[in-house]
């Protein structure tokens, strides 16, 4: 024989587009789980913030000698929305936009961009002087639909 058949040249090509599509496989995974993950350390510091955000709001009532929850009246029983640059707290939910000085907001007005990042707050009562504060991110990634739960008891000290 003199050179390879018809046969024999598309089992060569195909043997080698198969063992080339299996690394190109994995790293397509490998890209995948690593935006997933990037992803899910900015849902844990936002959802973070939303709960040192309530903090703050409970820890400024004892300075000011207001009760303990005043401000937060939207979060209960319901979700609300806390925004940490603006100080404020709204009972309308809508996704994060992000402010050129790369801060999460809820800023409607400058053209901030959206996100794809939602963060909710759920104060639920306990006892007259305990409540769960439950603040949930939830995000799109690569066509996936994700989400991250934190939750603190907080206490009225005083």
């Known amino acids: 024989m003199k050179g390879f058949t018809l046969i024999e040249t598309l089992v060569a090509i ?3 587009a198969l063992a080339v599509a299996g690394p190109f496989q994995a790293i397509q995974g490998a890209l995948r789980n690593s935006f997933v993950a990037r992803d899910q350390l900015v849902a844990a510091s936002l959802a973070q913030e939303g709960i040192e955000y309530v903090r703050s709001v409970r820890d400024g009532n004892y300075l000011g000698r207001s009760s303990w929850l005043a401000g937060l009246a939207a979060c209960q029983p319901g979700p609300c929305v806390v925004d940490a640059t603006q100080g404020t707290v709204s009972a309308s939910i809508a996704p994060l936009r992000l402010s050129p000085t790369g801060l999460y907001t809820q800023q409607v007005t400058g053209g901030y961009p959206l996100t794809r990042f939602t963060r909710e707050v759920t104060i639920t009562t306990i006892s007259t002087n305990e409540v769960l504060v ?4 939830e995000w799109q990634t690569g066509g996936g639909t994700f989400s991250l739960s934190v939750s603190e008891n907080l206490r009225d000290w005083l």
């Not at 439950?134 to 991110?137: A, D, L, N, S, Y």
């Open 134 to 137: 439950t603040v949930t991110v």
């Open 14 to 16: 195909t043997v080698l």
